[in-house]
């Protein structure tokens, strides 16, 4: 027996109704061919079966039975005296017997709707659904499975892709399904006989052929680039709704593949659109016409696989319709995207495709593709796990961000952190994925100190603790701004001379936080996040931050006011060529203070033992020897030490720090601070330099510099820059 491999270009992943006619041309084909397989190949839907290109079409025109759908609890289906007649009544006098089943349901809905003039309503229309269930023959079962689900206590619920309950507003899908036969079959024939137009229309709705003239007709939500309305057409400022029939008939076969099953809808009985296989909550973020304002019915996400499948595995890969988060249930799409990426849905499902059910054009719902997800078959995304150290932070965050009262600065916040948790869940450039998303947690988290009532209202917390694993995910240590915001956010009071304090950080210079064991917290003071003198920065510009960090540890010294009194508890420094390239102002300032604060919440007791930090230089750091070392910033950095001494007895390391010489810089007076530090150091040594000048930008930039730490060999490499040579040259210092 020979088989067949029909690509069929009229089925693709978008828009839905494509993908739906995939399903139906797989099961209906399925009832004369057993052994038909589908797959996904190509952007295109893959079928396999015995029957060649003429028996295929053959079958759909001249062997096909419609499936028997009827909606009589709907207003608009047919039943009811001002309802549309072209449709049912040609199906119920047909006397065709492919229509046998049909013509049942048809009887069916008459006698248990009665004399009714309209629609029932609430408790009527709930017992005539219960009615409907109950009575109905295993075909038109089939339908109200897919469009209505029955809870435990009889309650209605409405799985998303069929509306509410087979109909999409004031269009009843059933009573327009029957109207779509009466164009491509006559039904006056005994057996009917399909319409002259119905091949040239399953041609274009199978194989992508030339679209002949497509009749008018109301799609829903299927098919939005055919729903009409305001620019929809080549002349004029409106257009029509047109469809071809084929492609209403057989997307609505298509959605009978997706009923629920028992298990998926008494485990979500209070989300009634995640009755259906793959449903969860919608939320505003992974696509680019995403608004907070969205009305939306929820998302469905479904699978695209590219091995041969039988329908039978189709429909229980829709029975099950579930994807895991750990132990628990992924009713949310970012916890969908985090399961995907973990290789959570493990039944040979390459890649899923997002669709949302949003309210567009006007009032119309429309099935709005969102994007695709791959699954990688032989490994999971990298570093997923890092995701739950932060997850739990942005859903408290997306949850302060839904108050009505929230300021708009939240809501954007929310949606930034969403958007990069969606990338980090993607293949492709993860480490860019990974520091947009630190970026955006630092961003969030300044949100305290521009709403601190806000904040301290809704109990913001800071970034909780993160692991080392974040520097890697990241490419931290592998670009100048990351280095740079490291050996920042690893600074630390000093207790001696040897040893930083855990319990000082620079980040108390953003936030007055109270620890609480391996958590902290905003102090709160008068119902708002505490600012006190020792809050100084901001979080608006680095280099104001970075002074007013320095401004602040003057005022703070140590008791001999010999140096700043920071030390870098994970013995992370700054390399002097990316400290060379801030001073020139080649560097992000904003990414440097974006991955900054993010990194204050490090673990930097562990960071002392990282191998990497042990290493005198990376690949991608120039080495020492070779970096133009700025005599200027060589001067400076050597009046101002970070550290307390380690030599008591080194005339260096008893210099005093003089006050003036930063604030002349802040002045912009480069001259001047360089001739008090010259002052300073000349006790220490003959200077080489003589005479500094620049400009006020560049004092600037100096003075932000000086609160880098630098590497022990980089400290004797600006002293030989400084000092002339002498016969008992001054050992090096931290």
Known sequence: MSMHVHRLAGCTPTPLAHYLKALAVLRLVSTVDPTARGMWRGQVFNLVTTLDRQQLCDFFLHNYCPTPMVSPWNGGSGFYPKDNKSGIDPVANSTCPRLADYRRAIALGRSLVGTAATAPKKDDKYQLLRNVRQAAPPRLRAFFDAAVVLTGDGEPRYPAILGTGGNDGRLDFTNNFMARLVDLFDMQQSPMAPNPWAAAHLESALFGAPTPQLLGSSVGQFLPGNAGGANASSSGFDGPSQINPWDFVLMLEGTLSLRSSVVRRSSVREAPQAAASFAVRSEASGFASATEGDKTRGEQWFPLWENPCTINEVHQLFAEGRCQQGRGFAGKPLEFARSIARLGV?????????????????????????????????????????????????????????????????????????????????????????????????????????????????????????????????????????????????????????????DDPIRGHWYALVHQGKYCTFKVQSEEIHRGPHQVCVGRNLAADMTSVLKRRLVCRDAGGTSLGLKPLGGYAAPLADIAAFVAGTTDDATILGLCRPLFALDFNELCGREQVKQSSSANVQPTAKVQVDPAFALLRLAHPLAPTVDPTSPLDRITLDPSCLHRLLAGDLSGAARVAKNRLQIAGRLRVQTIMGSRAQAHRLAASLLFPIRFGDRFALQKRVFKPTHNPEQPVR
């Open 346 to 502: 493990c039944r040979g499902v390459a890649a899923f495709e997002r669709y949302g059910y949003i309210e567009r054009n006007g009032q119309a719902n429309l099935a709005t593709p969102l994007g695709r997800f791959t699954v990688l078959s032989n490994r999971a995304v990298p570093f997923q796990h890092l995701l739950d150290e932060v997850a739990p932070w942005v859903e408290r965050l997306r949850q302060i961000a839904s108050d009505n009262h929230a300021p708009a600065s939240f809501k954007a916040a929310a949606r930034h952190c969403d958007e990069a948790l969606l990338a980090c869940c993607r293949p492709g450039d993860t480490p860019r994925a990974f520091a947009t998303l630190l970026c955006g947690l630092g961003e969030a988290e300044a949100l305290a100190l521009r709403s601190p009532k806000f904040a301290a209202k809704k109990r913001l917390r800071p970034i909780p603790r993160l692991s080392l694993q974040w520097l890697d995910a990241a490419h931290i240590e592998r670009t100048c701004e990351g280095r740079l915001a490291l050996s920042l956010a690893n600074l630390h009071g000093c207790k001696s001379s040897k040893y930083a304090d855990p």
